[in-house]
């Protein structure tokens, strides 16, 4: 059974860091291309990041392309996301999720197959 969980959220003021984590067990994790998405209150779910397999591949909505960075570490099971200049419109909850192949239709949630609870991420003006 996949079992995802996110940490590092918070409140940050705008401008500010944070690096959200997300350690993943009951899968072989280097075959799974791994994603993050957020949802705020009254909106669809957004596609924010996703890195392929080996971790060569990566691609980023265009919200948050140049300030946002996805990496993982296979060696720990654990793929991250490096938010930088953060302003009050990322605020959500960030979710990670999976599921096992490349990253064509990454950028869709009903590609995925497991997903974590979710971090909140608050950015205050």
């Known amino acids: 059974q996949v079992r995802l969980v996110e940490s590092g959220g918070g409140l940050v003021q705008a401008g500010g860091s944070l690096r959200l984590s997300c350690a993943a067990s009951?899968?072989?994790?280097?075959?799974?291309?791994m994603g993050w998405f957020r949802q705020s209150p009254g909106k669809e779910r957004e596609f924010v990041a996703a890195?392929?397999?080996?971790?060569?591949?990566?691609i980023y909505a265009d919200s948050v392309k140049g300030r946002f960075t996805i990496s993982r570490d296979n060696a720990k099971n654990t793929v991250y996301l490096q938010m930088n200049s953060l302003k009050p419109e990322d605020t959500a909850i960030y979710l990670c999720a999976t599921y096992r192949g490349y990253l064509y239709g990454s950028r869709f949630s009903s590609t995925y197959d497991s997903w974590g609870q979710g971090t909140q991420v608050t950015v205050s003006s």
């Open positions: 009951g899968l072989t994790f280097s075959s799974n291309t």
């Open positions: 890195i392929s397999g080996g971790g060569g591949v990566t």
